[in-house]
């Protein structure tokens, strides 16, 4: 193998766990590094396809993520007025001995994921930021600690302070929308996902997230809400939950807590050329990034760092492993872009279907998606 000796990850989100993961467990001694103060304060809810849970799997939390969250095999379409007009099987994109979907507390997956990095021996720090690193490997954080490492893994999210040192100047692009979301305890009635395109947002949904919990969001053209104290955040994402029936009326009852609501826009970007310089390498959003409208994000990320550490144990070469991973990840992490920011294109142009004339072929896409996901990365 290539294997770098000492890897230090940067980040511990989905991508840089599951790396430390899979890279500890074969042997390779790795630090990560997390800016946050703990890993897993992240206060929402988050979906998760069925080829991400093939990848927790992989990694020896499947058991733990099923225990933690709500699984479901059943996506729901409903109008605005609540009533049901779709129910169909969700595509069960990691095979059939795995659920569909799986929601969970983000907190709670980021939470195990480094638990487990710990637990096979990865070195895992919060409170760590990486102030600066060179493309051969030399690093400096924010404790002071310069080193060199045979390979340093950027996954430092969508604005990568990684990609910007690497001199790599994709930067994520504003789609147009901007998204609330609330977490908050779980109705009764709901046991899936139902999605409402249309009516006073451009897709007002929900996923199940535990037991007791559950994340709801509607999505409205990209405004500055940046000027809102909590409680303007809460009254305004009521307002608009308030032009939705059925389970939204008691979701909006239950929208009580400021500090539970957040509200950001939707970017996209992909890194075009290589995701590496030198002893670096990008994964995850730090490479790519796409609207959630195929809830994708963190399934992307999990593969990457299950195709790179492949990769890395694959040759004796470091940069044809790195060279391997890039060509093997960009196409396929590059069509979840292309069809999340399809999506969001069709909704922001009130696109039509083709039976009324138009181009919007959502059903079309998400199946053509599925089939993609559904095989190995
Ligand atoms: C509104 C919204 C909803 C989404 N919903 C879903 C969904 O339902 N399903 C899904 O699969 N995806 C979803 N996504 C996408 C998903 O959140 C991301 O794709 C995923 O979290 C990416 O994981 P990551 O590990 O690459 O980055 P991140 O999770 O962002 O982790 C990066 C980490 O790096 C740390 N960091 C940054 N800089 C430094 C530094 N210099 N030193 C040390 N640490 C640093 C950060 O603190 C952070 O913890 C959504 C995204 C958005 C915006």
């Not at 340093?152 to 692009?173: C, F, H, K, Y």
């Not at 694959?314 to 093997?328: F, G, I, P, V």
């Not at 069809?339 to 969001?344: F, G, H, I, K, Y």
């Amino acid at each position: 193998m290539a294997a770098p000796g000492h890897v230090l990850v940067v980040g511990g989100g989905a991508a840089g766990t599951a790396t430390a993961i899979l890279l500890a467990r074969a042997g390779v001694t790795v630090d990560l590094v997390e800016a946050g103060t703990e890993i897993g304060r992240s206060g929402s809810g988050i979906t998760l396809q069925g080829n991400a849970l093939r990848v927790f799997r992989d990694l020896g939390v499947l058991d733990d993520v099923l225990a933690a969250g709500y699984a479901f095999d059943v996506l729901g379409l409903r109008t605005p007025d609540g009533t049901v007009i779709a129910e169909f099987p969700d595509a069960k994109t990691g095979g059939d001995d795995l659920p569909a979907t799986v929601g969970m507390p983000r907190g709670e997956m980021a939470r195990l994921l480094a638990e487990r990095a710990a637990a096979v021996g990865a070195k895992v720090r919060t409170a760590t930021r990486l102030e600066s690193v060179t493309p051969d490997g030399h690093v400096t954080l924010s404790d002071g600690t310069t080193q060199a490492y045979d390979l340093v893994v950027g996954a430092d999210g969508v604005n990568s302070g990684v990609r910007v040192q690497l001199g790599i100047d994709t930067r994520p692009e504003p789609l147009g929308m901007g998204i609330w979301r609330v977490f908050t305890s779980r109705p009764a009635s709901i046991t899936r996902t139902d999605l409402t395109y249309g009516g006073a947002a451009y897709i007002a949904g929900y996923c199940p997230t535990g037991d007791d919990s559950i994340y709801a969001y509607l999505v409205e053209d990209a405004t500055d809400r940046t000027g809102l104290a909590p409680d303007e955040q809460l009254a305004t994402m009521r307002e608009l939950a308030g032009h939705y029936g059925g389970p939204w009326t008691e979701i909006r009852d239950r929208m009580t807590d400021a500090s539970r609501v957040n509200y950001t826009w939707f970017t996209h970007h992909l890194v075009d050329g290589p995701w590496h310089r030198g002893r670096v390498v990008l994964a995850g959003d730090a490479a790519h990034s796409c609207p959630p409208t195929l809830a994708q994000g963190a399934a992307m990320a999990l593969e990457d760092a299950t195709v790179l550490v492949e990769e890395l144990l694959a040759h004796d070469d470091l940069e044809a492993a790195l060279a391997a991973y890039t060509t093997r990840r960009r196409e396929r992490a590059g069509t979840v872009v292309a069809n999340s920011v399809q999506l969001a294109h069709w909704l922001l142009a009130h696109e039509p279907p083709p039976q009324a004339g138009g181009t919007a072929d959502v059903p079309g896409l998400m199946a053509r998606t599925s089939a993609l996901l559904a095989q190995r990365p």
